[in-house]
C-alpha cells in the first residue's frame, strides 16, 4: 500500500515540475519578447509608436476618413518576425470587411484606429498574433511587424 501511495505521490509530482518548467519556459520566452520589442521600438524613438490594447502602432501617414462596419478594406502589406527571422509576405494585398473578426486579434485592434490612406509599421506581440501555434513558416511564439497600406 505504501508503495503504491509512493508511486501516485511521485507522479504527482512529476507532473508539477512539468507545469512549473513550462511556465518558467513561456515566462522566460515573455521576458526575451518584451527585450526584443523594447530594442525594436527604441530605434524610432519614444513618441512614434503607441500602445493600443497590447499592440503597438506607428503611422507615418494618418488617413482622412474613418472606416465603418462592411466597409471593404484593402490593406497592402509585407510582414516579417521581429527578428527578422522570417519573412512571410511582401507586398500582399488582403482585403477585409470592416468589423469582420476573422483577422488576427492585433490587426483587429489596429483597423481600430487606422483611417483610410493610412500608411504605417504594426508590431504585434505573439498573444495578438498567433499565439503557440505554428502557421505555415510562422515559428510559435513570434511576434510580427508589417508594413501596411490602407485604402
Not at 513558416?137 to 510580427?144: G, Q, W
Amino acid at each position: 500500500m505504501t508503495k503504491k501511495i509512493n508511486t501516485i505521490l511521485l507522479f504527482f509530482l512529476s507532473i508539477i515540475a512539468i507545469i512549473n518548467t513550462s511556465c518558467s519556459k513561456e515566462a522566460d520566452g515573455r521576458d526575451a519578447e518584451n527585450e526584443a520589442i523594447e530594442k525594436f521600438l527604441s530605434k524610432y524613438g519614444d513618441t512614434c509608436f503607441v500602445n493600443y490594447d497590447g499592440i503597438y502602432l506607428y503611422l507615418t501617414e494618418e488617413g482622412t476618413e474613418n472606416y465603418s462596419n462592411e466597409d471593404i478594406v484593402t490593406i497592402t502589406y509585407s510582414g516579417q518576425t521581429l527578428e527578422n527571422v522570417v519573412t512571410f509576405a511582401y507586398n500582399n494585398v488582403m482585403q477585409v470587411v470592416y468589423g469582420d473578426n476573422s483577422l488576427i486579434s492585433g490587426w483587429k485592434i489596429a483597423l481600430q484606429q487606422i483611417k483610410k490612406g493610412s500608411e504605417g509599421i504594426l508590431l504585434i506581440p505573439y498573444k495578438k498574433a498567433y499565439g503557440k501555434q505554428r502557421v505555415g513558416i510562422i515559428e510559435p511564439y513570434s511576434t510580427l511587424v508589417f508594413t501596411f497600406a490602407a485604402n
